[in-house]
């Protein structure tokens, strides 16, 4: 299986969860998943990650080439749809630092399932990803989930 990686499951991995100086073993795996190309984000996720954290953004930036995409004509077709379906999926403040419209995007065009840490709202005023990704059929997981369906045993 392929998935499509939003900052905040990455932050959260890094940051909270899974820190690489305890689990060196579980960044390992997402290695695997990068180089086996099984685990894809577009360029966005890597720019807001730069806002979040330095030594994240360092990992990340070492693994771009394989990880992160540029936006196709395909995905910024998509980031229209669910943008003018969804337009409160980016409050004002967050327009132009935003990853999540881009995540569904590319998400819809490689079919494949959006890892995040986001919850559902259940609100069209406030929506996050799995939200969005609902109304749009795209599967959404979480780490765990994630974790769980590559049958990963780190520790």
């Known amino acids: 299986m392929i998935y499509c990686v939003d900052t905040s499951s990455l932050i959260a991995a890094w940051q909270e969860r899974y820190p690489i100086e305890n689990f060196p073993k579980f960044w390992d795996r ?89 919850k559902l709202t259940g609100s069209d005023r406030k929506p996050h990803i799995p939200d969005v990704c609902a109304a749009f059929g795209v599967e959404c997981k979480n780490l765990l989930d994630m974790i769980r369906s590559e049958k990963w045993v780190v520790g």
């Open 30 to 118: 997402v290695d695997g998943l990068i180089d086996e190309k099984r685990l894809v984000s577009p360029v966005e996720v890597f720019l807001e990650t730069k806002k979040r954290s330095d030594e994240l953004h360092g990992w990340l930036k070492a693994r771009k080439a394989d990880l992160f995409f540029e936006l196709d004509d395909a995905v910024q077709t998509e980031v229209a749809n669910v943008l003018a379906r969804f337009p409160r999926l980016v409050g004002e403040k967050k327009l132009n630092t935003s990853a999540d419209p881009f995540v569904i995007a590319l998400a819809l065009v490689r079919g494949v399932p959006v890892v995040t840490e986001e």
